[in-house]
């Protein structure tokens, strides 16, 4: 949740950077600062991935309980851990796309 809520923001104030015009003022170079963003948002999401997906492979997993050994994750939450694997793989799958025309752009 970090992690998309910091993207979000991110993106939202380079959003209304270009939108006001505030990019022709400030003398930056923004290929290489839209390269930076998307390679530490990619970094960042593609940690997210690796955790949840490690997150998910603990559904076998038994606990000892007072009264039996129970599964550490139930079914519920096995099935949301694996929705969240699945978009989280696709969003890191996007932003790796955006990272290498980023490169691009930046390295012509």
């Not at 970094?43 to 076998?60: I, N, P």
């Not at 129970?70 to 939450?77: H, I």
């Amino acid at each position: 949740m970090f992690v998309s809520v910091t993207a979000f923001f991110c993106s939202l104030l380079f959003l209304v950077m270009f939108l006001s015009g505030m990019v022709t003022q400030i003398d930056v170079n923004w290929n290489f600062l839209d390269f930076v963003y998307h390679f530490t948002v990619f970094v960042f999401y593609f940690g997210a991935f690796v955790l949840e997906a490690a997150a998910t492979s603990l559904h076998d997993l038994r606990c000892n309980a007072t009264v039996a050994v129970r599964p550490l994750l139930d079914d519920n939450q096995y099935n949301i851990n694996v929705a969240a694997t699945i978009f989280a793989f696709v969003t890191t799958a996007c932003y790796g796309c955006s990272l290498s025309l980023a490169l691009r752009r930046w390295r012509p």
